[in-house]
């Protein structure tokens, strides 16, 4: 049988901190929801895929993951697709992201951090331009070399 | 080698995610000289010889990635605990789940940042797949306690799908708010009557 300890005792039941209620975020959430319909985004088909192995958590994938969010906000592009996967197999130049956009092949960014993650979204993402430095896997060399153009 | 706890926390998880669970209860648990972290679920569980392999670093099954030979997650996370004194547990039944536990003594000189809880949250939750999540949050001080319990679910019902940026963000303000209060409290800026 599976036992659960008792960690430090019984939690205090206490509350009151004036942190946001679940009401509160209901009504961020519809006031968000109204400014999303009024805006015709670009953008519905991307995908971003932070792979979020044991390498790519080491190598700070949850900073770049944190980034893409503040990015995407700060952009005001609210309706990207952004996910998790496991290791995707390249742990030589995590942490990798994998970014499936309209229009742009399929490509794999390496050695990706905050300032990386940042410049994906301006340039790959709302600009159709590859960041080919951190091009580590998927498109051919000439894509590549053209900057993705 | 992960730099904060909430790192080996993050990896902890996935595993019981990744184990077919149906149910994860994550628990982090913070008093002003340790933290300690659960992590429960009901997924496939681990028969004795898996169990006594799973510290091996050399040890993986195989399943998830076919021409790999190493697991380090969890060696990681015992070397991390056994660096600095604190505690690890690992119970599992095969076919009913498993529980790990780990404990961090925060005074400790090389004990590691706790590091971003409410992202780690957040990538927990949000991680692929049809799970249920309870996360719990205590922060247990000598003159005040407070914390908050965060069900996927409930979330999900209330921002809609996890896979969108705008539900992240959403989930994201809404977590760190969560947080900053318990950083109120750490700080002594709210007052509590005793």
Redesign the interface.
Known sequence: MIYEPALFGDPDEEAGMAKMTLEELRKLRDSKKFAIKKRDIEGKDTQIIVGMGTCGIAAGAKVVLDAFLQELDAQQLENVSVTQSGCMGLCYVEPTVEVIAPDMPPVIYGKVDAAVAKTIIRDHIMHKKMVSDHVFDRPSVDIIKDGGK | ???SL??FL??IA?NAI?SGASLVEV?I?E?DQ?V?F?V?DNGKGMSEEVRQKVTDPFYTDGI??KKRTVG??IP?LIQAVEAVEGEF?L???EG????V?F?FPLHHIDCPPVG?IP??I??ML???GAYEMVV?R?L?LPK?????TVVRS?MEA???DF????T???L???LQ??E???D??RTGS?W?PG
């Open positions: 080698m992960h730099a909430c790192d993050s990896d996935q990744e628990a648990i008093n340790a300690a659960s429960k998830k990635h380090l997650g990681f547990t119970d599992s039944q009913k789940g498993t529980l536990t404990k971003n992202l780690t957040l990538s949000s991680f692929s719990s205590q247990q005040a306690s407070d914390g908050y409930e209330i921002l809609g896979s969108s940026s705008g992240l963000q959403l994201r303000t809404y708010s969560q900053a209060a318990l109120d409290l709210v509590r």
